[in-house]
C-alpha cells in the first residue's frame, strides 16, 4: 500500500494538503474554500470519502480559511491545539475538536501522524509527519527558521 501527497493549494492565498494510502487520508490545513476543495479534489480524481480528519499547523487565515464548512460539511474532526484554537476564531462543533500535543503519535486508520512544534509568528505552530507502509512525509510549511 503507498502513501500519497498532493498540494491541493500552497502559499499565502492558501495551503492545504492531501496526505492519504488508498483507504484513507488526512488534509494537513484548509486555507481554501470548501468549494475549492471539492472542486480540486475531483479534479485530481481524490474521494472526499476517504479523508477521516483535518489537522491543523497554526490560525493564520490561509490555513483555516475552509475548516469551518468542510469540517461540519462531512463530519471531519479538526486536530488543533487549545492555544491555536483560541487564537483562530473558529467556531467549530465540539464534538469534531480534538487536541494533541507535540511528538504525540495520532492513530487514524493505517496512518500515524505525529506533530511537532515549529518556530513561526502563531499562538502554538506545528509541522507534522504522516507515515503508513513504513513510508513518511513530512509537511511542513511557513518554517520561520530551522526547528
Known amino acids: 500500500m503507498s502513501l500519497f501527497i498532493t ?3 500552497s502559499g499565502s492565498n492558501g495551503n492545504c494538503y492531501y496526505v492519504g494510502n488508498n483507504h484513507e487520508a488526512v488534509f494537513v490545513d484548509v486555507g481554501i474554500s470548501c468549494k475549492e ?3 480540486r479534489m475531483r479534479r485530481l480524481d481524490l474521494s472526499l470519502n476517504k479523508i477521516e480528519a483535518i ?3 497554526h490560525e493564520h487565515g490561509d490555513h483555516i480559511k475552509g475548516v469551518q464548512t468542510l469540517s461540519k460539511k462531512y463530519n471531519l474532526p ?3 491545539t ?3 484554537l483560541s487564537h483562530s476564531r473558529l467556531v467549530l462543533e465540539n ?3 480534538r487536541s494533541f500535543s507535540g511528538y504525540e503519535k495520532i492513530v487514524i ?3 500515524i501522524i505525529t506533530p511537532f512544534p515549529k518556530r513561526h509568528d502563531a499562538a502554538d505552530p506545528y509541522s507534522c509527519i504522516v507515515e503508513g507502509n513504513g513510508i513518511k512525509i513530512g509537511v511542513l510549511t ?3 527558521s530551522v526547528c
Open 7 to 9: 498540494s491541493l493549494n
Open 37 to 39: 476543495v471539492e472542486l
Open 55 to 57: 489537522f491543523i499547523s
Open 78 to 80: 479538526v486536530y488543533i
Open 82 to 84: 487549545p492555544h491555536t
Open 95 to 97: 464534538v469534531l475538536i
Open 109 to 111: 486508520g493505517n496512518l
Open 142 to 144: 511557513d518554517v520561520g
